[in-house]
Every structure is written in C-alpha cells, then in structure tokens.
Nanobody
Framework: VQLQASGGGLVQAGGSLRLSCAAS????????MGWFRQAPGKERELVAG????????YYAGSVKGRFTISRDNAKNTVYLLMNSLKPEDTAVYSC?????????????????????WGKGTQVTVSS
C-alpha cells in the first residue's frame, strides 16, 4: 500500500494550497481518509476526515470554514483545499487511511489507529 501526498509549499498568509494524496495497493473506497498535521514541538493532530463515499466530512475547529476535504474514488485520491491560510497552519501534512472507523465517527480518528500512512508534505505559511 502506498499513499503519496503532494501539493505542499510556501505561501503567504491569506493564500491557498491544495494537497493531494494518491493511494495505491488498496481498495480505496473501503477506507475512510484523514489529513493530519504536525507542527514542530507539537503532537500530530487530525485536521479533516472524510467517509468512504465522500458524503460525510469532519473538520477540526481550527480549520472549519477554511479547509475542504474531498475524494475521488475513481482516481483513488483524497484532496485538502486550504484557503485563508494562517502562519499557525504551518506543519507537515500527512494523509492516512483507516478501514475500521465508521463514517459517523470520523472525529475519533487518531494517529495510532490508522491503518496506512503517506509521507508528509511540508506547508509553510509566512506572515
């Protein structure tokens, strides 16, 4: 199984980025997907999650209204559109897949409970 994240970079505050995570080696539609981030000196946190069909989403309070998670099961890809970026959004962003989490409980996804992880992509927001 491989999860390949891309799309990170350096952006000014107020700007936008779209992250992509392409999956292979698994039946993508059987997995809920999550985007996590880890800033220096901080624990990894769940940013957004999406159910298997894409119809249900969850956002952490710090990003709600600014970030949008989506997925394309035909392309085995999950996306994270990040608007109105703030310096505090600076972190390494990683995608992860979990087969066990129910769609109704996306908010409960935790780093140590995910089945598969992709390599992170750095997002840096300058002030």
């Amino acid at each position: 199984v491989q999860l390949q994240a891309s799309g990170g970079g350096l952006v000014q505050a107020g700007g936008s980025l779209r992250l992509s995570c392409a999956a292979s080696g698994l039946t993508f539609s059987n997995y809920v997907m999550g985007w996590f981030r880890q800033a220096p000196g901080k624990e990894r946190e769940l940013v957004a999650g999406i159910g298997r069909s894409g119809g249900t989403t969850y956002y952490a309070g710090s990003v709600k209204g600014r970030f949008t998670i989506s997925r394309d099961n035909a392309k085995n890809t999950v996306y994270l559109l990040m608007n109105s970026l703030k310096p505090e959004d600076t972190a390494v962003y990683s995608c992860a897949a979990d087969r066990r989490t129910a769609t109704q409980t996306l908010r409960t996804m935790k780093p140590d409970g995910m089945n598969f992880w992709g390599k992170g992509t750095q997002v840096t927001v300058s002030s």
